[in-house]
C-alpha cells in the first residue's frame, strides 16, 4: 500500500470513530466543561490537519497523519480522566 492510501484509510477511519467516541464519552464529560472543551479543540484540530492534509494533497511527509493519531489518543485520554472524576470513591 502506499503512503497515500494509508493516509486516505486513516482519514476515514477517524472520520468514522471519532464521532462514535464521542458520543460514548459524552455521559462521562457531563459536568466536567474543561475536559469538554479539551475534547473539542482536538476534534478541531483534526478537522484543521485534515484540511491541510488536503490543501496539500496529503504529502505532509506523514507528520499530519501522526499528530492526528496522537489527538485520537488524547481523546482517549481525557475521556478516561473524566470516567476518573467521575468515580465516588477519588482521592
Known amino acids: 500500500m502506499s503512503i497515500r492510501t494509508n493516509i486516505i484509510a486513516s482519514i476515514t477511519a477517524a472520520a468514522v470513530a471519532l464521532p462514535l467516541g464521542f458520543a460514548f464519552a459524552k455521559d462521562a464529560m457531563k459536568g466536567h466543561p474543561n475536559l469538554i472543551a479539551a475534547q ?28 492526528k493519531e496522537l489527538l485520537t489518543q488524547a481523546q482517549a485520554e481525557i475521556k478516561l480522566a473524566a470516567e476518573a472524576a467521575n468515580k465516588p470513591d477519588k482521592k
Open 40 to 67: 473539542k479543540s482536538t476534534d478541531d484540530a483534526i478537522a484543521k490537519l485534515t484540511a491541510a492534509q488536503k490543501a496539500n494533497e496529503y504529502d505532509l511527509g506523514g507528520h499530519a497523519a501522526k499528530a
